[in-house]
């Protein structure tokens, strides 16, 4: 398949100013007319005019009204007979298309007899011939007609400015989108649907009507979603200035979706998984995703679609800084300090468990690729989470006022424009001329160009006689594909160090005047630094990294001594929860190293244990950062430390580890239980969120232990929770702790919550997630995955039962899936290839659960490459799942 490359940018050699799109919706034959009005960009050598196409039917080309020559190149349409000159003409082009035979989801296709688009980033070309590409920007207006009794409800971008009937049962709409836009923010929606409406008065005093379409049945879930929708617009307001440009912003909901939600202008699309959720269907952590993504969505408005992407390469422009923008938001509503950092620690803990692993495995790319085969693989957590963090770096660089007012010099400079990353640093950077940034810029841009994770190295030494301190810092990356050497970055670094009361010194660096009140960010530029503090009395423990301020790995000898001091001092809530990550860390790799791991054993040494006893009944505490505490590190995360990998010796050593903090920490676990018990009404706030995790973390452990004693107590008193609990959180917190400590009467409650909410396709969702994501004991894992393929309610072809299943099975349980005899193996392999039929990013997606498998020990090192290469010998893949198997294989 073709490669394309990032230097061989060059501007359209047209430009296409307005489309008018004409659609008879129609699920076997939709008819569609694009009438467009094109000129030649004066700016590059003539060319003739060459049209993205995919799976049209082409009926008709008229231009200026008259038939003309045109020739296919490949699925490419090709007009070389154009009128000369600058003067603007008009093309208009008439293609079909069978929607309902759209199992990609690219384009237009129908999800529960409604009509969807996706267009991002190349599926515009699957609903007309265009100059499909994010640089060119047009005005639309669109015309849809329908059976009116099938499809009542007709949207497309902008405002609507007419609509009526039409003979034979059928109606029509037409919009008028007042801002100009690429083709990938086009969306088009048609069907049965209901809408819970808002009206809202921005602080420009404008006012403004807010939608949220489902279908009938499912209003009763929206209030949360347009509660997150209004605060994201006043948020936005607040503290960047930005507005709703819009009269009206509509959120349709559609259960068939590739990914989260899509920022089309005006008329977001999203999974119903981050729209729909009441009590009784949703968690509090489907609460808070729906707030992050409905709060992403919406600051794309500014974001991705006044300002956009000059090529793709350009992806984290918009994807990073909006992840940043809405990670903010969901920090900003948050009352309690406790509470930001806790989201924090969540996010670093995505960035490091799945950034981390992709930037050292086949599909490393730098956060502004150079090259790809498939846009659509490079939705990466590298592009967004990655993304978000070198945002945050600028912001860390230049503060947040000065990041506030790069953000306005962004757009007083670009608005209306597709630009590049460069563009963005050099506003930011230009609105701080006396900032680190600034000075630092185009090494500050290695984070765009460089792949993989940096590696910073520190080393302490306490000078007694000179009462000072020395940290020496120096950084260091590993070779990425077609990246031997590597420059050093800019790392910001927060610092503070504890005196043996755990209290912060002040920092005063030889040559300063006077000490300066921690905590600090020192900037390292250098391969290698030094920093001497001095007035220092004893030898303090260095915090460092605070806040997690650069996505690095920080490599730092502490003592266990200096780890338990940091768990129960640091200021910083992100270094005392990392303190506790390490501490289990160190314990779980030693154990992995040693020759077994048998039943009863206990990795866990006494003081980790008693440090988890004291966070759990420090009363300073809150309980959400409690419940991150005492959660060890994943499989995965503790499998990237490791440089070869037994996924089943992990799981040994991480369940022997669960299994120790829940024998020996009971009484404790019992007392926690109790004592967060709310029984007011359901908020879905963080305090009282964290409240049920915790609760439910306990119920969880209690469950494991009742298991290792064979008391009944606990479950029985689990089963009870799950029956009566008055919310999805407790309810599911109590069918998962079951589940996850194996006891029998798991066997009951799960086809009770199966029958409980058999209509509810989300719930069920996760009540398949559930089983295949459970732990392994013995191999069950895999034969449970097949024989729920079998239930009625599975289908490979939803993306969202296809995920519960398959990919939590694959991606989520290391332990069911990496089987010595390959049987994980042989069954991922044959769903890529079944699914790559069916949808390629699905699939695509899928096929890099094996991205880590050069890690692998033996046997499953062998068997894993053998299925990459049984699935790469397949004929006719897409040219999604070609890419990441061909990459894994390189
Ligand atoms: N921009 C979309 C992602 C589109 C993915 C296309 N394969 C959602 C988002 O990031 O907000
Ligand atoms: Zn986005």
């Known amino acids: 398949s073709a490669v394309i490359n990032r230097a061989d940018y060059i501007a359209p050699a047209y430009w296409i100013d307005t489309v008018d799109l004409s659609f008879d919706l129609d699920p076997a034959k939709t008819r569609v007319l694009n009438k467009m009005t094109l000129r030649r960009n004066a700016d590059v050598p003539a060319e003739p005019l060459k ?308 930037d050292a495995g086949p599909m490393a790319h730098p956060v502004r690729p150079d090259s790809y085969i498939e846009i659509s693989n490079f939705y990466t957590v590298t592009i967004y989470e990655k993304g978000a963090e070198v945002v945050r770096m600028m912001q860390t660089l230049v503060g947040r006022d000065g990041f506030a007012k790069g953000m306005k010099l962004y757009f007083e400079r670009h608005d209306g424009q597709a630009v590049t990353c460069d563009d963005f640093a050099q506003a930011i950077a230009d609105a701080n001329p006396a900032s680190d940034l600034a000075r630092l810029l185009p090494q500050f841009k290695r984070w765009y160009s460089q792949a993989g994770t940096p590696r910073v190295h520190g080393t302490g030494v306490y000078d007694a006689a000179a009462r000072s301190y020395t940290l020496t810092l120096s950084q260091s990356c590993a070779s990425t594909a077609g990246q031997a050497v590597k420059e050093p970055f800019v790392i910001p670094v927060g610092l503070g160090l504890l005196d043996a009361d755990g209290a912060d010194l002040p920092l005063q660096l030889a040559g300063e005047a006077a000490p300066v009140a921690a905590p600090r960010t020192f900037v390292l530029t250098e391969a290698g630094q030094t920093l001497t503090f001095t007035h220092i009395d004893a030898e303090p423990v260095p915090s460092i990294l605070r806040g997690f301020s650069a996505p690095v790995v920080l490599e730092f000898d502490y003592s266990d001594a200096q780890l338990l001091h940091l768990l129960a001092n640091d200021i910083d809530p992100f270094n005392r929860w990392e303190a506790g990550q390490r501490l289990a860390v160190r314990s779980a790799i030693e154990s992995i190293a040693a020759s077994a791991c048998p039943a009863g054993a206990e990795p866990l040494n006494d003081a980790y244990v008693q440090a988890m006893r004291s966070v759990l009944r420090d009363p300073a505490l809150d309980a959400a950062f409690k419940e991150l505490v005492l959660t060890l590190p994943g499989e995965t995360y503790i499998a990237e430390q490791l440089d070869v990998v037994d996924p089943q010796r992990i799981h040994a050593v991480r369940e022997a580890m669960r299994a120790q903090l829940a024998t020996a920490l009971a009484d404790d676990w019992a007392v926690v239980y109790e004592a967060h018990q709310d029984n007011g009404a359901y908020t879905p706030d963080p305090l009282s969120s964290g409240r049920r995790a915790l609760a439910g973390m306990a119920l969880t452990h209690l469950c494991i232990a009742a298991t290792v004693s064979g008391d009944s107590v606990w479950p029985g008193k689990t089963y009870q929770r799950f029956k009566a609990a008055g919310n999805m959180t407790d309810r599911f917190n109590a069918l998962a702790a079951l589940v996850s400590s194996g006891h029998a009467l798991a066997a009951e409650a799960l086809p009770r919550f199966h029958a409980m909410f058999k209509d509810e396709a989300l719930v069920i969702d996760k009540w398949f997630s559930l089983q295949t994501g459970a732990p392994d004991r013995g191999g069950n894992i895999l034969p449970a995955v097949k024989q729920l393929m079998k239930h009625a309610d599975f289908s490979l072809r939803n993306p969202n039962r296809a995920r519960s299943v398959v990919s939590t099975f694959c991606q989520g349980n290391p332990a069911g899936f990496h089987r010595a005899d390959a049987a994980g193996y042989v069954f991922w392999s044959e769903r890529v290839i079944e699914l790559d039929a069916i949808n390629p990013q699905v699939a695509a997606r899928l096929a890099r659960a094996l991205d880590r498998w050069s890690k692998l020990a033996e046997p499953y090192r062998s068997a894993a490459r053998e299925a990459i290469a049984r699935v790469a010998a397949k004929s006719d893949l897409s040219k999604d799942t070609h890419e990441v198997v061909s990459r894994a294989l390189a």
């Open 51 to 358: 049209l993205d196409g995919e799976e049209l039917n082409l009926a008709r080309v008229l231009v200026n009204g008259q038939g003309t020559s045109f020739r296919m190149e490949g699925e490419q349409l090709v007009l070389e007979n154009l009128p000369e000159g600058a003067e603007a003409f008009e093309l208009e082009i008439f293609t079909t298309c069978a929607p309902v035979k759209n199992t990609k989801l690219m384009g237009l296709y129908v999800s529960n007899d409604s009509f969807f688009t996706q267009c991002e980033a190349e599926g515009f070309r699957r609903i007309t011939y265009f100059l499909d590409r994010p640089d060119v920007m047009a005005s639309y207006s669109v015309t849809l007609r329908a059976d009116k009794a099938k499809y009542p409800v007709l949207l497309s971008n902008g405002n609507l400015v007419e609509q009526g009937e039409l003979e034979g049962g059928r109606h029509f709409a037409k919009w008028v989108d007042p801002h100009k836009k690429p083709a990938y923010l086009f969306a088009l929606v048609a069907g049965q649907l209901v809408s819970r409406e808002q009206r809202i008065t921005s602080r420009a005093g404008k006012e403004h009507t807010l939608q949220v379409y489902v279908r009938p049945g499912d209003l009763d879930k929206t209030e949360h979603a347009m509660n997150s929708l209004m605060h994201s617009v006043a948020w936005d307001e607040a503290r960047f200035g930005l507005s709703l440009d819009l009269e009206r912003f509509m959120i349709v909901a559609t259960s068939d979706f590739n990914m989260g939600a899509m920022e089309n202008k005006g008329l977001n699309i999203f999974n119903t998984k981050y729209v729909l959720a009441n009590q009784a269907t949703a968690t509090d952590t489907d609460y808070s995703n729906i707030e992050s993504v409905v709060g992403h969505e919406y600051f794309h408005n500014w974001t991705g679609n006044r300002i956009t992407c000059r090529d793709w390469f350009q992806l984290s422009l918009k994807e990073g800084l909006t992840v940043f923008r809405d990670q903010e938001f969901s920090q900003d509503l948050c009352f309690e300090p406790s509470a930001r950092a806790v989201k924090r620690i969540e996010d670093v803990r995505v960035l490091r468990t799945a950034q981390f692993p992709e």
